[in-house]
């Protein structure tokens, strides 16, 4: 293994410190260099073009796994149909957007 030496400014260093308090600086700066080289590898492979049923495909999966969407998952009710959700909030006058808004100025 080839020995680098690698002088950081010391506003860099503190930064490194702060965002990786448990990790030695010389393994926190290995470890930024790796994530970088493997980005750029990443970057360097040709992306494959998707279709937008695809793109939201991926796009729901993202959400679903995210905290939100596991939060309203877990709160949503399997015997409330999509059509009585449209009936309920087609009685809403203005906007939707208003609405909200109104909510929220009320609160404040």
Do not use: C
């Not at 992306?47 to 939060?71: A, D, H, K, M, T």
């Amino acid at each position: 293994m080839a020995e680098l030496t690698i002088t950081l400014p010391a506003e860099l260093a503190e930064k490194l410190r702060r965002h990786t308090p448990d990790k030695p600086p010389a393994q926190a700066v290995l470890d930024l260099v790796a994530q970088a080289l493997a980005q750029e590898e990443k970057a360097d492979q040709p992306v494959r073009p998707i279709s937008n049923e695809e793109w939201l495909r991926q796009q729901r999966e993202r959400f679903q796994r995210s905290p939100l969407g596991q939060y309203i998952h877990a709160l949503a009710n399997p015997d409330v149909t999509l059509e009585e959700v449209l009936e309920t909030t087609a009685k809403i006058e203005g906007t939707l957007a208003a609405e909200v808004i109104a909510d929220r100025e009320d609160r404040w």
